[in-house]
């Protein structure tokens, strides 16, 4: 039996400003709560009479991954039970528990006789952190648009593991075949859906892969998965805000991390090392392991085959449809870009540590990034230099188009050039750039990482101070128009819909060789042609990407 996993389907509820406001709103339930039975057994969701959805919450797709499972690749569940058991409220997330695999489902009230698109969520969090249960991440308001518009979907959405506890690496962790467990947690959990979302009123055959920062990677690598081998998972992705898909980490890069956990633990003489470190109580790893590093997907031979950089210079993907796109300031948001920089010196020496470039490399960078505030970031805001350092927007401008633009600009032209053959079409591929500072967003931040993401989801309550979406109608209108263009996306592969903004109306095109993107913003849509900061983006993939440069044309 590949899975026989148990289901926690995961939503987050129509007015849910955090996990205890879900837990509120259940008693307001209608008296009879839905039911559904899987090969394991049967499980009682939440009915939201405010949404018309059901809701299966917090349910494991694998055995809990502690104790002798701890860093092991997911086993799934074999077990079956009689009776009923509750899927009422979201799993801990993977900071909280060990115990954290589970998978949520957000679905239109009762039974459909036609088999319903399933959109599958992954979180970002820079493989260091996140939860399904995060109520940015609600699936019930795009739920609900796609019954408006007449073509209902279903939104899934996981826990997986990460940090040292999902992408612990080391020659010990490769050589016990432990490498990318949290990969694998994503890549159990779609089988699961494979085998279980027919009984939700699911289509296996119509699941779209969507993934935000991390969550972006982790789409690419599923596409990437054993060499690009299609094991009919998905039928769509998309990648929002994808991060350094091209980055070369390998098992040498963060074995420092894994070793000093061993010596934190006081296991490093063990004769058998992880079996110490499985041993540890949970709280104690976790405090050894804190300050050790980031960890991050590293080439295995088997799920990973290669690194990203390798794969996609191949071709060594599934070509389906896809969306890919990012924010117009997405390095401002400072989780990677150097900041508290003031003169050339400071500059240079946080790129150096920052890049470890090759000889050369950040004298280019500052030639083609000037100290020019007008022409850093976030763009299009003046000569006005950011309190936090006088060249910081120096620095935000490079990781901006090195760390999104860069890996964005290679993988579509990649996907676009290298998905046709003579008995196939190219799989079409979807640009965007998200233009639009949300409500509660800064001039000093622009247009940062995530900015998009309320608007996509339709978040109106939100646990930020203000809604991200504010009272501006013309935002209202542009979420409205992102909405519509994901759902038909999940539905038909094709985004396109009436927009709300466009005038004249707006066709988003596919990418192709004319490389264009569609431009979001609250005033209007327009396509571009995808030479934004081209220069910029074009030595990112030059010396960053450098093999790929001959292989893409750039």
């Given amino acids: 039996m590949l899975l026989y996993t148990t289901l926690l389907l995961g939503t987050t509820l129509a007015a849910a400003v955090s996990l205890p406001v879900v837990e509120q709103l259940i008693p307001r339930a209608v008296s009879s709560s839905p039911t559904v039975t899987l090969k394991n057994g049967t499980y009682e969701g939440v009915h939201l009479p405010e949404f018309k959805q059901d809701l299966y919450l917090g349910m494991p797709f694998a055995q809990p991954p502690t104790g002798a499972l701890r860093f092991s690749q997911p086993v799934s569940l074999n077990s079956t039970w009689q009776g009923v058991k509750n899927a009422t409220s979201f799993g801990p997330g993977c900071l909280d528990s060990e115990d954290c695999l ?262 280019k960078y500052m030639e083609v990034y000037p100290n020019d505030p007008a022409a850093g970031a976030p763009y299009n805001t003046g000569e006005g230099v950011l309190p936090s350092g006088s060249q910081d927007k120096r620095s935000f401008a490079i990781f901006t188009d090195m760390v999104h633009a860069a890996t964005r600009y290679a993988t579509k032209r990649r996907s676009a050039f290298s998905s046709a053959s003579k008995s196939k079409p190219a799989s079409p591929v979807y640009s965007y750039r998200f233009a639009q500072i949300p409500q509660n967003g800064t001039m000093t931040s622009g247009v940062t990482h995530g900015s998009e993401l309320p608007y996509i989801f339709g978040i109106r309550d939100h646990n930020a101070t203000e809604s991200p979406l504010g009272n501006r109608p013309e935002d209202e209108k542009l979420s409205r128009v992102m909405q519509d263009s994901w759902i038909r996306f999940v539905v038909s592969s094709d985004p396109n819909v009436t927009p709300l903004l466009a005038s004249p109306k707006v066709k988003w095109e596919a990418y192709g060789k004319k490389g264009r993107n569609l431009v979001f913003k609250n005033s209007g849509l327009r396509m571009e042609k995808d030479d934004y900061r081209e220069e910029g983006i074009n030595l990112s993939i030059a010396l960053a990407l450098g093999e790929l440069v001959s292989t893409l044309g750039i």
Wanted: net charge neutral; hydrophobic share 40%; proline share 5%.
């Fill in 102 to 363: 589970t998978i949520n489902v957000v679905k239109p009230a009762g039974s459909s006789t036609k088999e319903l698109p399933v959109l599958f969520w992954i979180f970002g969090g820079g493989f260091a952190g996140g939860s399904a249960a995060d109520p940015a991440f609600n699936g019930s308001y795009i739920v609900q648009r796609s019954v408006q518009l007449g073509t209902p979907i279903i939104f899934v959405s996981i826990n997986h593991r990460y940090g040292p506890l999902g992408l612990l690496a080391s020659p010990e962790v490769k050589d016990s075949g432990l490498l990318n467990a949290g990969m694998l947690d994503q890549r159990l959990a779609l089988h699961w859906v494979q085998e279980n979302i027919a009984s939700f009123g699911g289509s296996h055959k119509k699941v779209t892969l969507w993934g935000h920062s991390s969550g972006g990677y982790s789409v690419h690598a599923q596409a990437a998965a054993y060499g690009g081998r299609d094991d009919g998972l998905f039928r769509s992705l998309i990648l929002d805000s994808s991060i350094m898909a091209f980055q070369n980490w390998t098992v040498e890069s963060q074995t420092a991390g894994y070793e000093t956990i061993l010596a934190n633990t006081n296991c490093t003489s063990a004769a058998a090392q992880l079996d110490c470190l499985r041993a540890v109580p949970i709280d104690t790893f976790r405090n050894a392991s804190a300050g050790t590093g980031v960890y991050y997907p590293v080439p295995d031979g088997s799920f990973m085959q290669t690194s990203m950089m390798q794969a996609y210079r191949k071709g060594a993907f599934v070509k389906v449809p896809t969306i890919i796109g990012a924010t117009s300031d997405d390095g401002t948001s400072g989780f990677l870009a150097p900041s508290g920089l003031n003169n050339d010196t400071a500059f240079e020496v946080a790129m150096l540590f920052a890049l470890t470039p090759k000889n050369g490399t950040i004298q």
